[in-house]
Each structure stands twice: as structure tokens, then as C-alpha cells.
């Protein structure tokens, strides 16, 4: 289980000579090869990494890990399994992958609603249905009468609703233009 300190010491003497190698400032370079910068490597980072250490990719990636752990003070690999948020540099990258797919797949549909249910904790499908009705609600989502309603069922529904909202019952009032309007709309359609 080597770090990247370790890695660094076969090739280089000082972090200063690798920071040269790496082109970047001692502080900087110092951050990478004791772990602080483990949740925002790339790929191409790491590949370049590689280069600069003369090792290859896969042990530049588990050299990354390694010393991510060492910084936290985790113990082999069980971190990576129950970590919530700090999983390994293997498993960031494939949920990045993922996440740019998915994101793709998306935009050219136009149908969001997959990608909010897998990527947003605070999404449920009550506000799916919630924004597909707020987008247009039927008249018979108005009346609260199913799409297959007789015309006795619709006036029975609209009878219902107007009792409910009227401010003598206990309602709080409302748009009784709009339920008419549902209600004509929605007997011309079950007279076809």
C-alpha cells in the first residue's frame, strides 16, 4: 500500500524537486502528495501524476487513495464501502462518467424527470406529479373526476366541488368560472 509520498521519495528527493517536475507552486505540491487534494483530481491529473513519478496509471490512482486514507485516518479499505461522501478515486470517476451519460441522455430527450429521481435527494414523485398537473391540469383534474367519467359522474364531481369551496360550508372559496369552464369542457369530451 504505497502512498504518493512514498512514490515521490523513490523518484524525487525533495518536494520541492517534484513541484518543479509537476510545474507547480511547493505548497501546492505538498497538498497533492499528502491527499488535501484527493476529491478533485481528474483523471488527466492523476495520468500526469503517473508520468511525472515514472509509475503506471492504476498504481498512481491507488497511490491517490492510499494517502487519502492515511490523511483521514481510515484503516485498509472498509472506508470505501461506508463512506458516504469520500468513496475512492475509482468510484468518483465512474459516478462522474455516469453523471455526464445520464446527463446527456437528458438533454436530448427532454425528459428530466429519471435523471432528478436518481440524482436529487430531495426529489419525490409527488412533485412529478405535482409539476406535470401545474403544467396544465385537465379539466376532469379540476372536477377530480376520472378520465372515464359519465357525464352524471362529472356534473355529480363539479356539484361536489363547488359544495366544498363555497364559503357557507366551510370552504375558501375559489374560482367558480374556472369549475364551470372544466365542467363544460369535460361533458363535451364524454359526449363524444
Known sequence: MSTL???RKIKYRT???FAEAYQCSPTKASGILNGK??????KDEVRHLASIL???????ADACDNTFAELKGYKGDEWKKTARTHKG????WRYGDELLRDTEKAAKSGDWSEYRKKYTSSYSSSQEKQSTRNASPTPYDLLGAPLNATPDEIRKAFRAKVRAMHPDAGGKGGNADELTRAKEDALKYAER
Do not use: G, M, N, P
Open 5 to 7: 509520498q512514498d512514490l
Open 15 to 17: 518536494i520541492k524537486a
Open 89 to 92: 478515486i475509482w468510484e468518483r
Open 37 to 42: 487534494y484527493h476529491l478533485t483530481l481528474s
Open 54 to 60: 515514472k509509475v503506471d496509471f492504476v498504481t498512481c
